[in-house]
């Protein structure tokens, strides 16, 4: 992160590696990680059966993290909704209701 609560472009490399694994806890994580330390946003990871809330607090920080989720094979398989006020919602529906 630089100064001012935004991802340079080692954190955002390193976010779509962590993505491209497909392990929803791995990717959950990264994204928590980032969205933590621009000191804006918030992210929830829930234990079972797998749950990541991001509130964005709408800082361009954190929605330029989410936005570089979108269009991957992790955010096709794990996206649940997006919500008005900067909400998203990710679902480790591979492990619901085991």
């Not at 234990?47 to 991001?54: S, T």
Request: aromatic fraction near 10%; charge should be negative.
């Amino acid at each position: 992160m630089d100064g001012h609560g935004y991802p340079e472009a080692d954190d955002i490399s390193w976010l779509k590696g962590e993505l491209s694994v497909m392990d929803f806890h791995r990717g959950a994580n990264a994204i928590k990680s980032l969205i933590d330390a621009t000191g804006y946003g918030r992210a929830t990871i829930g234990i079972n059966p797998g749950r990541l809330e991001v509130a964005t607090g709408g800082w361009s920080g954190c929605e330029e993290i989410l936005s570089e989720t979108h269009g991957t094979l992790w955010d096709t398989a794990f996206w649940e909704s997006t919500h008005r006020g900067g909400l998203e919602v990710f679902l480790n529906t591979r492990t619901a209701g085991a």
